[in-house]
């Protein structure tokens, strides 16, 4: 997912750049806005990606049809999740693990 998510900002930067056009070399200043651009892309494609993909005990345990607590067991003796105080977050990957 995170691949398809850049695939269109890396293809425009490497139009703006010329590389696919054959055009001749662009100035340092464009290539900075150009990159810069493309890691502010990224950062939000990522950031995007790891919010989105986040889910609580509560979350996780609704999706699967499962008691919290039988979940969090589960998890412990996988060694999925983690915990972040008192609350336990799970990744999309761990949810699919948890449910196998």
Do not use: C
């Not at 750049?17 to 662009?26: E, I, K, S, Y």
């Not at 996988?78 to 449910?99: I, S």
Request: no cysteine; net charge positive.
């Amino acid at each position: 997912m995170r691949d398809e998510l850049l695939t269109d900002p890396i293809g425009r930067a490497l139009d703006d750049l010329g590389v696919t056009r054959g055009r001749p070399v662009v100035s340092p200043a464009t290539i900075e806005h150009i990159v810069r651009r493309l890691a502010q892309e990224a950062y939000e494609a990522g950031r995007h990606d790891a919010l989105t993909g986040i889910l609580t005990l509560r979350q996780a345990a609704d999706e699967l049809g499962v008691d919290p607590t039988h979940l969090s067991r589960r998890a412990n003796t996988l060694g999925l999740g983690w915990k972040t105080g008192t609350v336990r977050l799970f990744t999309r990957e761990d949810v699919a693990r948890l449910h196998r």
